[in-house]
């Protein structure tokens, strides 16, 4: 089986260097895989990749398996014996092999995907050029008219918002002007009480002073 899984990477392999460069080559294995994606080929396809897919889990799970195979009493893993490191590797091998296998599998159906892609946007490119190579200078003139009268209406909606946003800065000017001048003149006001506050508290002090001094007065 080993032999078998070696000799389908090499096959995939050389398919994926095929796909790679430019050759005559190249466009024969992109035409067979057409032709396999056709009909019932994707359903054999999928029915393979599942088969490897179980195989490589199975494989993974005896890898597991050996790997953590423990003691019963203290659950330790023990020692493998020789026949085991055989199946041991043999199990590895074959899942590496296959998991190797699917990916490449998933590099060949990517890369067709990506060259078919290219080739139909080189095709829709080839078809474009022409196409505005037939174009006759009339429609050409159109379509330049058009473009300019989209500019011109872009050009006119920018100056209108512009106009408004001067309007707005404009009043919003006027608005920080009056209100500092509201808050000079509460400066101002707050001033004022300050130094009437003062007036009265010596007033208040000086009153204090008379009355303290007429009651000692009348005490002696």
């Known amino acids: 089986m080993i032999h078998l899984l070696f000799s389908i990477i090499f096959a995939q392999a050389t398919i994926i260097l095929l796909l790679l460069f430019k050759t005559p080559l190249r466009n024969l294995v992109v035409s067979g895989i057409d032709i396999i994606k056709r009909g019932r080929g994707p359903i054999v396809v999928k029915t393979v990749s ?32 020789p026949t085991e490191q055989v199946l041991f590797a043999k199990h590895l091998l074959e899942a590496s092999l296959m998991g190797f296998i699917l990916f490449l599998g998933l590099m060949i159906d990517r890369l067709h ?16 050029k022409k196409t505005e190579g037939k174009f006759d200078a009339h429609e050409e003139v159109k379509a330049r ?35 500092r001048k509201q808050s000079e003149g509460l400066l101002l006001e707050y001033d004022r009480l300050l130094a009437e506050n003062q007036e009265l508290r010596n007033e208040l002090q000086i009153v204090d ?3 303290s001094h007429s009651a000692v007065k009348k005490d002696s």
Not at 53 to 69: A, D, E, G, I, M
Not at 113 to 121: C, D
Not at 148 to 175: C, G, H, P, W
């Open 50 to 81: 599942s088969t490897i897919f179980v195989v490589f889990s199975s494989s993974v799970y005896s890898v597991f398996k050996l790997t953590h195979r423990g003691d019963v009493d203290d659950g330790a893993p023990s020692d493998l014996n």
């Open 145 to 179: 008219e058009m473009q300019v009268n989209t500019f011109k209406d872009m050009i006119r909606q920018m100056d209108s918002e512009l106009e408004t946003a001067v309007k707005e800065a404009t009043a919003s000017e006027a608005t920080v002007e009056a209100l």
């Open 209 to 211: 002073l008379r009355v």
């Open 113 to 128: 995907n990506y060259i078919r892609e290219l080739e139909l946007r080189r095709k829709t490119m080839e078809e474009l």
